[in-house]
């Protein structure tokens, strides 16, 4: 480590520089280092706001297998100073330097950074205030490292088990600093922590890829992407996707058919403690499994020229895929105790809704666009008078060969290095997760851009999205069809209702999210019907378990996942349970820690540590509980942009920053109501014209 005033900026003058190959590429030259760069930065209280400004930097470099030094300093302008000193002395064209959650630092860096290599030339930012990577025109990009890890610099070092490690606890937040005052050794042990974990686990991350500086993917997604692309390739998988591609309406319908998971609370338990014994049961990768078990859109859709009823389509759900807009006259749930109703009242047009949570329960009328999985639920749900307007039609057939075949590959890496290398385990896992994501990833993005000049983010209204959706059918990297994502998330939602059918009848169906459920009690031969069903569909498809040592590893079955003595919810993303004590929760972690008796939230927008709030009492968890954020650790941004940097009375130079304060969460809970007595409600119904109501 050495402070960059004292270093020798000669050493740069032996790193190694490598040609990009590649059209559009030809005669750059990278940097073959691997660079991290960080800040830290303190805060003084104003009466009116928070001003915070950076009081240390450092920049970490490593190359030929070994760490070179890390640079230090406080002044941001000395940052940019050293890093183009850096980028100077070394001889490639471009320098590539990675942040771990580079719209942090971006922010604070910005003014001093523009006043020297001027605006970006080119800038991608995934929303407001989170850039991917940021060009600029000497030759120095910026890249966000939190994007490819998908976890926390000190998850990361830990799972990777590099040399050196984050060290917690050697900073002190709450210390006001100024830019010229000494570090202690704990101080500097903590910055210099920082970015030497970030390149070493940068480096095993390339090694394993078996990537350039230049050639890593941006995101976790990017991993399996580029083996999906170079084996479709060798399967004519392009060849494919251009002959089923949908059109941009029906693309624009498919979005709109799209939902997601399903998670929600039955209504008839909420803020009410449940004892007993709660079992949750959870699939074995459930997008991965109805990947590589059920049929797909696989030709172009194609209008079907009449109107259908719901029963039409369901009668043809073996054969053909349908997406279409169901129009449902006085929907009602056919049982008044259905714990999880399915209609989305977010994604449809209704009149005179009673709704559960973001679930609808009666209706006068109901317009939503669906398919013909989902449908198949809402027919079991609800009572209703139908018709299927806007019919598109494309026949089913297996996903390709060579793609699941990449998937089943995918899981069973992920199964067999478990307890094995950290790093490729690492990999598989995220390789596996990105999959899905892959075939769910819009065409059409919205672009984001900053202005350089007051800090604010817009999204650019003068691209076209027709436009832009062309440019992304003829893209030759474009193959796999936006549908097949729709499909898969059907199917998921298809399995969890299936599985919510094996609950004992003198069980009650408590909480849904995605890929589990929570119960009371379950038929647990029903439960083991419907997996062996999951196994015989795997086996028809020439697919089999994975088998570790005496242990078989199934997609799709539904296992035990956690057993609870309590569970209490407040609605949708808002529960907690305590674990039951039994044997296997009584064994210490590698911290000494135990979980029998102790209490896990779930609530939205809350750390995991929030659960402290509760002291140990379920019964705590309740509307109006307040999970205070010097507890919980839960931030809120505040963004300061000023007109131009400024030096204070101290002597620190100041430009735009981010004020990170302890904030509260007030939990909220769904109004209660008399379920009993809702559907005797009588309610003045409008009438329908069949285009507008009057």
């Known amino acids: 480590m050495a402070y960059w005033k004292d270093f020798d900026f000669s050493v740069f003058d032996k790193i190694m520089y490598i040609c990009r190959a590649g059209n559009g590429h030809k005669g750059e030259t990278y940097n073959d280092c691997i660079i991290m760069a960080d800040t830290e930065t303190s805060k003084e209280k104003y009466k009116e706001n928070c001003s915070n400004y950076v009081v240390a930097w450092t920049i970490s470099i ?24 850096m980028h100077n002395k070394m001889q490639g064209d471009k320098t590539i330097i990675y942040w771990h959650n580079m719209s942090y630092d971006w922010v604070f860096l910005r003014k001093f950074i523009m006043q020297k290599w001027g605006t970006p030339d080119k800038q991608l930012n995934i929303k407001s205030h989170f850039p991917l990577f940021i060009n600029f025109n000497n030759g120095v990009i910026f890249k966000d490292a939190l994007m490819l890890a998908q976890r926390k610099l000190e998850k990361w070092a830990e799972d ?57 993917p941006y995101t976790a997604t990017g991993i399996p992407r580029e083996a999906v692309r170079t084996i479709g390739k060798e399967y004519h998988a392009r060849d494919m996707f251009k002959r089923i591609v949908p059109d941009f309406f029906i693309q624009q319908m498919l979005e709109k058919v799209f939902h997601g998971g ?142 699941t075949d990449y998937v089943f590959k995918c899981y ?94 003198d069980g009650i169906w408590l909480y849904s999210d995605t890929d589990s459920c929570y119960a009371t009690k379950w038929d647990m031969d029903k439960v083991e019907a419907y997996n062996q069903n999951c196994r015989n569909k795997l086996k028809a498809n020439d697919y089999d378990c994975v088998t570790i040592g005496d242990r078989q590893f199934w997609l799709g079955v539904a296992e035990v996942d956690g057993i609870y003595s309590e569970f209490r919810t407040c609605g949708a993303k808002r529960y907690v349970c305590r674990y039951a004590d039994i044997p296997k929760y009584r064994i210490p972690d590698e911290k000494g820690r135990t979980k029998a008796n102790k209490l896990k939230i779930t609530v939205a927008g809350v750390p995991k540590k929030g659960v402290e709030c509760l002291k140990d009492e379920i019964n705590n968890f309740h509307r109006g509980t307040v999970f205070d954020g010097e507890t919980t650790g839960k931030l809120q941004h505040t963004y300061y942009y000023e007109a131009d940097t400024w030096i204070d009375k101290n002597g620190n130079e100041r430009g735009d920053s981010i004020d990170l304060s302890p904030t509260t969460y007030v939990l909220d809970d769904i109004t209660v109501v008399d379920w009993d007595s809702l559907w005797e409600e009588e309610i003045e119904i409008p009438i329908y014209t069949g285009d507008e109501y009057e």
């Open 62 to 85: 490593r190359a030929f297998d070994r760490n070179i030094v890390t640079l230090y300093g406080t002044k941001p302008s000395e940052f940019v100073e050293c890093v183009t000193k």
């Open 160 to 216: 990777l088990d590099v040399e050196h490690k984050k060290a917690v606890g050697c900073w002190d937040y709450d210390k006001v600093r100024n830019q010229n005052e000494p570090f202690t050794i704990d101080e500097l042990h903590y910055i210099e922590n920082d970015t030497l974990a970030g390149v070493e686990c940068l480096q095993k991350t390339m090694q394993t890829l078996h990537k350039h500086i230049y050639s890593m």
């Open 262 to 403: 399903y998670t929600h609370a039955n209504r008839f338990r909420i803020s009410i403690t449940v004892k007993g014994e709660i079992i949750c049961l959870d699939f074995g990768s459930s997008y991965p499994f109805v990947m590589l078990t059920e049929k797909y859109p696989m030709e172009k859709f194609a209008p079907l020229e009449e109107n259908v009823t719901p029963d039409f389509i369901i009668r043809n759900a073996e054969q053909y895929a349908y997406i279409f807009k169901l129009i449902m006259m006085k929907p009602e749930l056919k049982r008044k105790d259905e714990p999880m109703p399915v209609l989305q009242m977010s994604k449809a047009k209704s009149i005179n809704a009673i709704e559960d949570n973001g679930r609808i329960l009666q209706a006068e009328m109901v317009e939503i666009y669906t398919n013909e999985i989902d449908l198949q639920i809402i027919c079991e749900q609800y009572k209703f008078k139908g018709l299927c307007t806007d019919v598109y039609y494309s026949e089913k057939g297996y996903l390709p060969r060579w793609f």
């Open 412 to 505: 069973q890496d992920k199964c067999e290095l478990k307890d094995g290398d950290p790093v490729l385990y690492s990999i598989a896992k995220s390789k596996l997760n990105a999959l899905y994501g892959m075939t769910v990833q819009k065409p059409v993005k919205q672009m984001i851009d900053e202005d350089y000049q007051t800090g604010a983010y817009a999204v650019n209204k003068e691209i076209d999205d027709a436009e832009l959706y062309e440019k992304y059918v003829k893209k030759y990297t474009s193959i796999l069809p936006y549908q097949w994502g729709v499909w898969v998330t059907s199917y998921a939602f298809y399995n969890l209702h299936t599985l919510g059918k094996c609950v004992a009848p």
